[in-house]
């Protein structure tokens, strides 16, 4: 080996550590421009999603509750009927507009956001028979109109009547 080959090697092995040592300095100074606005811009879509996500969660836990107390509404309602005798069902007018009973006044359908109606009608081919349908309708805090319906019959007769002897009432 001479002295020559000893300096080309030696420079080479010098070269070759300024380029990793400036290759090292490189990477310590920080982040372009672009990659910090791409991170900011994935972050800012990250957020816009959980904040989407949220939104539509609550909605539903709103429209899920509003169901469970119109459908215990509904039911309350109905039993209610089915306590009367057929002479004070049949005095009932077909069409009304049913008040939201005292126990509900102070939960989310309380106030004006539930209106429940009563439809009572004549059962075709059945003398002695009535439908009777509750309707409740309400807006959910998105503002979509819901509806829910309970349809019921009562017959002269029925199980008010027979257990409670007032056939002819």
Not at 96 to 113: H, K, M, N, W, Y
């Amino acid at each position: 080996m001479n002295l020559e080959t000893v300096n080309t090697y030696g420079k080479g092995v010098a070269h070759a550590c300024l380029n990793a040592r400036s290759a090292h300095v490189r990477l310590r100074r920080g982040f372009t421009l672009v990659e910090v606005m791409l991170a900011a811009a994935v972050m800012g879509l990250g957020l816009a999603s959980v904040f989407v996500t949220v939104q539509v969660g609550l909605n539903n836990l709103d429209n899920a509750r509003v169901t469970t107390l119109v459908t215990q509404v509904l039911q309350d309602e109905a039993e209610r009927i089915r306590l009367l005798n057929w002479g004070a069902v049949s005095a009932l007018p077909a069409t009304a507009s049913i008040p939201l009973p005292e126990q509900f006044e102070d939960t989310p359908v309380g106030g004006d956001r539930l209106v429940i109606t009563r439809l009572i009608s004549d059962v075709p081919g059945y003398a002695d028979s009535k439908e009777i349908v509750l309707t409740a309708s309400w807006t959910s805090i998105a503002g979509t109109p819901h509806e829910r319906k309970l349809i019921l019959r009562y017959a002269r007769g029925g199980l008010y009547d027979y257990y409670y002897g007032t056939r002819d009432s």
